[in-house]
């Protein structure tokens, strides 16, 4: 998931501490998403690719990342 959720970060022009401004989490927490230390929740997950216009799918695919509640 991380690497996907970088690449749609930065397809989409915007810097992590904009993506977590806009998902209403901190960078720190943001960064820890995008380098796979973490996995976020659902409510963040569907922010996160409504922000970076792409579908949750996109960002978990098949890799069975699938974030529980």
Do not use: H, W
């Amino acid at each position: 998931m991380n690497t996907k959720l970088r690449q749609a970060r930065e397809k989409a022009k915007l810097t992590q501490t904009e993506v977590a401004e806009k998902a209403g989490i901190t960078p720190m927490c943001y960064q820890r998403y995008e380098y796979g230390v973490r996995i976020p929740k659902v409510t963040v997950a569907l922010k996160l690719a409504k922000i970076l216009n792409v579908e949750i799918s996109e960002l978990f695919g098949d890799n069975g990342d699938i974030p529980k509640e």
